[in-house]
């Protein structure tokens, strides 16, 4: 997935959302096509108010991959979040996500989806941090040395591969839910995502995402505000949007947290970073998203290649060198997490 680099007069609504993601929350937006929530409760009435006063919807940009690719974050008929590719099925990922959510109160879980805030630190990394510098992996950095390490070795194994592959520009990026806490960045992003109604500013939005967040447990720690690592497309944005961006993995402090939580401790996020490293490796390899976005059963091929190539990678002595029963138990890893949409055509 590619590293967006920020420019001053750059129309990057949908330049971070040309990513491939494990929890492949397709990054497109809802609101002003969230028919999943509407912002009502059970009893059918709007709790929302201050969100529907000041965002009139998304930017066309965003709105059009939306109307493709689906929301990537919504509320199914009995109030659990759900992501496109867990629509027939429940996994323990899954439960631990409905577990998270049901901590929320109504309206803010509401707020949370009508706002898609778990996809706005991942914009911020993207938009606004385009070197490697000071970064840190995991809330508390406890996986920068591992999953740099980690990512060198994926560079060297594929080159050797195939020599003519360079992915050595390509950048590791740690997503943390505290990036929110910066009002005037995350107004920035604001005016990048939203459309407004008149007589609020972008700077009335950034108060708006951080009043909800504010509003969860654990507050900018909550698990929910990063729920995911995703793979960002250079070509695609540049192709597609005009931005000259840098290919890059966002690895998100919630995804992290949430395949800790399942006991899978350090092999579930190196799984994780070699799936999205495959990622760009299709990108390199000229694969990338088409305009508007993959098909789901598209999507569905690219997402079981990125595990395929992170499975080979993981048991090959020259990278991982894992045993087959290790590899097995990253298998259930991918399928915990259940990113292939497999009701979808």
């Known amino acids: 997935t590619p590293h967006l680099e920020h420019t001053q007069n750059s129309t990057i609504p949908a330049a971070a959302l040309i990513m491939k993601s494990f929890y492949p929350t397709t990054i497109s937006f809802l609101l002003s096509i969230s028919t999943a929530v509407s912002g009502e409760t059970e009893e059918g009435h709007s709790t929302n108010v201050s969100t529907k006063s000041v965002i009139a919807g998304f930017k066309p940009g965003i709105k059009s991959i939306f109307e493709k690719q689906g929301p990537p974050i919504r509320l199914d008929g009995r109030r659990r979040l759900q ?33 898609q805030i778990g996809l706005l ?62 009002t005037d960045k995350l107004a920035r992003i604001a005016e990048i995502v939203y459309e407004v109604n008149a007589g609020y500013s972008y700077e009335d939005v950034a108060l708006l995402v951080q009043g909800v967040v504010e509003d969860m447990p654990g507050t ?70 088409p305009v508007g976005g993959y098909s789901p059963g598209e999507n ?19 990278g991982g060198a894992h045993s087959v029963e290790e590899v097995d138990e990253l298998h259930v890893t991918a399928s915990l997490l259940g990113d292939y949409q497999f009701t979808q055509p």
């Open 83 to 115: 992501w496109p590719f867990a629509q027939s099925c429940t996994t323990p990922m899954s439960e631990w996500i409905t577990e998270e959510s049901n901590k929320l109160s109504y309206s803010t879980l509401n707020d949370y989806v009508d706002l």
């Open 121 to 182: 630190p991942f914009l911020s990394k993207a938009l606004f941090d385009d070197n490697e510098g000071d970064e840190f992996i995991g809330e508390n950095g406890e996986y920068t040395n591992e999953l740099f390490e980690r990512n060198s070795q994926l560079e060297r194994f594929w080159r050797l591969e195939n020599p003519d592959i360079s992915t050595s520009e390509s950048l590791l990026l740690g997503a943390h839910g505290s990036m929110l806490r910066d």
């Open 220 to 289: 900018y720690s909550n698990p929910l505000l990063t729920f995911n690592a995703v793979a960002l497309s250079s070509l695609a944005a540049s192709r597609e949007f005009g931005i000259d961006v840098v290919d890059s993995i966002v690895m998100g402090d919630g995804i992290i947290e949430a395949i800790q939580a399942q006991g899978f401790g350090t092999d579930g996020p190196d799984f994780v970073l070699s799936h999205e490293f495959a990622h760009i490796l299709q990108y390199e390899l000229g694969n990338d998203p």
């Open 300 to 318: 569905r091929r690219q997402e079981m290649m990125a595990d395929a190539m992170a499975s080979y990678f993981m048991a090959h002595p020259e």
